[in-house]
């Protein structure tokens, strides 16, 4: 198939193998859950066509099927286990049964001419009859009636384990209170050759269409026949609806009488004289000839599917063997659990507007991301905060700074006159080019009491660092 080129392929834990069967909805694979600490297990992963999981009324449905059969628990029913939705798939994981359907053993049958053996039909068909009952008698998480109906029962759909018993699968139309994908005006669900009449004249189904779908089942089975093989449609519905049916003992040998009287007891066309249950036609077929045991059916089953079940034994082999699909699943894990990028979470800036302070804005949390934030804003706000106040003290200096190192000829004097005054050691003073009025002859500096000379005393008042300058200070105070 070309389909399987793009395996094995990891969606969530799971690791999609290559297909094993398919249908006109859904393909099936063989895949591989992946847990923690080494534990892997093999399963079967019913995976819904792209064209089918794009469209909504189908996605719901096949969550339907999911939704139900988790609420089936029995020995005679395929487990579900996960269910997977991404966008573009839908994904429903099932226990992985290693052996055929029991389609695989009618259509040998009818090939050979050679029908099934009459005690291993009746045993496989009275199973799948306790797991439909099983299904109509499903409740719900509060204990109200499901009232689930397979409508597809189909050698198809009844899955022959290697070890003997018979399960029904796929409830992907079956019908139950509750659906989210309600069928549409007009639309007939399930294989048109096993439908029960009701259901074809839309009169609605019921726990009793089921039970004349298995009728037929085991019908074809003793007889290695088609009961109401057609053209088309339109000639199934007709002979399903019209056409006289004869017991499977006028067509095949060693067929006991009673079993001919519950096989068309089943195949009755009024639903009042059928079977009431699933559970009372399986006690009649079980009353009517012993259940072989499970062991005996595993043994005719390994003896006429030994080449189909010897290579999906070699396909699980491969797939639990393969050291590279855990390599796989391992570094999508990673990707897929791997942290966000830093700039989901971190701090947004907003740009200051109007001259307000900048202000800090947070995306909103999560509860669960709420303390890997906190980790990285809190150091972080730390460092800003020291830094403004670093800045601003380095800006309220320079003003000063720059004032004391320009060269002036004020700030010089003011400097001097100081320094003059503290020296008590008497220095002279050069005579002055100024006019004088008495004399022009060298005198010592007068003590510090008086008062520097003129020059310096009006152009240096005493230092004193300036005031931070009012257009640079509002750039680190609030209004």
Request: with cysteine.
């Amino acid at each position: 198939m070309t389909e399987s080129r793009e395996f094995p392929k990891v969606i969530g834990r799971y690791v999609l193998c290559d297909p094993i069967a398919a249908g006109g909805m859904a393909t099936v694979h063989l895949g591989r859950l992946v847990g923690s600490e080494g534990f892997s297990r093999v399963v079967a992963i019913k995976r819904l066509h792209e064209s089918f999981a794009l469209d909504p009324d189908f996605r719901a449905m096949f969550l339907d099927e999911a939704r139900l059969a988790s609420r089936v628990r029995h020995a005679n029913v395929v487990p579900s286990i996960d269910v997977i939705t991404l966008d573009r798939e839908a994904l429903l994981v099932m226990e992985y049964i290693p052996g055929e359907p029991m389609s695989y053993f009618t259509r040998r049958a009818s090939h050979a001419g050679q029908p099934i053996p009459v005690d291993v039909a009746v045993s496989l068909v009275t199973g799948a009859l306790h797991g439909l009952h099983a299904a109509h008698e499903a409740r719900g998480e509060r204990g109200e009636a499901l009232g689930i109906v397979h409508r597809d029962v189909s050698p198809h759909n009844i899955m022959v384990g290697a070890d003997g018993v018979a399960r029904v699968m796929d409830f992907g139309v079956a019908k139950a209170s509750g659906r989210m994908g309600q069928t549409r005006e007009g639309q007939i669900k399930g294989k048109i050759s096993y439908m029960a009449p009701e259901q074809i004249t839309g009169r609605g189904v019921t726990a009793q269409s089921d039970v004349f779908s298995a009728a037929v089942v085991l019908w074809e089975a003793l007889t290695a026949r088609r009961l109401f093989a057609a053209e088309n449609d339109v000639e199934a519905m007709y002979n399903i609806l019209e056409r006289p049916i004869q017991p499977p003992g006028a067509l095949a040998r060693g067929v006991p009488v009673a079993l001919d009287e519950i096989v068309m007891k089943g195949l009755a066309r009024d639903p009042s004289e059928r079977y009431a249950t699933a559970l009372e036609m399986a006690t009649a077929l079980e009353r009517s000839m012993p259940r072989l045991a499970s062991s005996e059916v595993a043994r005719w089953v390994h003896e006429h599917a030994t080449a189909s079940l010897t290579a999906k034994t070699a396909m699980c082999e491969r797939i639990e063997n393969d050291r590279s699909l855990d390599a796989l699943a391992e570094s999508s894990s990673r990707i897929i659990s791997a942290p966000p990028a830093q700039s989901s979470t971190a701090i947004r800036f907003a740009t200051p507007v109007g001259g307000d302070a900048t202000r800090a804005e947070a995306p909103p949390l999560t509860p669960t991301a709420a303390p890997a934030l906190g980790r990285k804003v809190i150091p972080t706000a730390i460092v800003l905060v020291g830094a403004a106040v670093a800045l601003a003290v380095i800006v309220t200096r320079r003003p000063a700074d720059a004032i004391a190192s320009a060269p002036s000829a004020p700030v010089e004097a003011s400097a001097a006159a100081p320094a003059a005054s503290a020296d008590p050691t008497p220095t002279p003073v050069a005579p002055s080019s100024a006019p004088s009025s008495s004399t022009t002859s060298a005198h010592v500096a007068p003590p510090p009491q008086v008062s520097p000379p003129h020059v310096a005393a009006t152009s240096a008042p005493p230092r004193r660092a300036p005031p931070p300058r009012e257009d640079e200070s509002r750039l680190f105070r609030r209004d």
